[in-house]
């Protein structure tokens, strides 16, 4: 079945980009009518939507987010990645990358970036 | 733009007790795209439920959703000591993902 993980600096400075890549197993992210998500969560805090990007290159991003932020495809066929620009410490949390269209129906583990000097 | 507001923020009930958990949407955009889903300490969020009420694969039946205009509710009929745990609502309203801000259940 369909697992995903998240990989990518745990630790990024601020001003700087966090990037993420999310490894999809036992499938492709460019076929099967998918859409792909990043969510994150602020250490004790809720869950707050990125952004999806579907199988075809249309992405769709939070507006509170949007101008920081670009979800892309990867070069093979199992990834998508995450970009945000122009960090700071309110952007420390753990990243989760997700399947789903309109609900988040597999979830990978997470991967938790810190920002910091 | 969809806010959803869930309550009790916690509820701390017994093993064996029933949980009734609230998500209210805001805009009334409709249960097709709301979602309930469960995060245990340390742990990724997994989803139980879709469309209001729709099981995801490998949900006991002791969870349960449902829907009465804009309030979703999310009930565990008996609850079992790996349900102790934090419950999120989320909504697609078309353009973006919202989710309401989590219920907490905990253990008596």
């Known amino acids: 079945q369909v697992q995903l993980q998240e990989s990518g600096p745990g630790l990024v400075k601020p001003s700087e980009t966090l990037s993420l890549t999310c490894t999809v197993s036992g499938g492709s992210v460019n076929s099967g009518s998918r859409y792909w998500s990043w969510i994150r969560q602020a250490p004790g805090k809720g869950l707050e939507w990125i952004g999806y990007?579907?199988?075809?290159?249309?992405?769709k991003y939070n507006p509170s987010l949007k101008s920081r932020v670009t979800i892309s495809m990867g070069t093979s066929e199992s990834h998508f990645s995450l970009k945000v620009t122009s960090v700071t410490a309110a952007d420390t949390a753990v990243y989760y990358c997700?399947?789903?269209?309109?609900?988040?129906?597999?979830w990978g583990q997470g991967a938790l970036v810190t920002v910091s000097s | 733009e969809s806010v959803l507001t869930q309550s009790p923020g916690t509820l701390i009930l017994s093993p064996g007790e029933r949980a009734t958990l609230s998500c209210r949407d805001s805009q009334g955009i409709g249960g097709r795209s709301l979602a309930w889903y469960q995060q245990r300490p340390g742990q990724a969020p997994r989803l139980l439920i879709y469309s209001a009420s729709t099981r995801a694969a490998g949900i006991p039946d002791r969870f349960s959703g449902s829907e009465s205009g804009t309030e979703f509710t999310l009930t565990i009929s008996r609850l079992e000591a790996e349900d102790f745990a934090v419950y999120y609502c989320q909504q697609f309203d078309g353009s973006r993902w919202t989710f309401g801000p989590g219920t907490k259940v905990e253990n008596k």
């Open positions: 990007i579907f199988y075809t290159g249309m992405t």
């Open positions: 997700v399947q789903g269209a309109t609900y988040a129906m597999l």
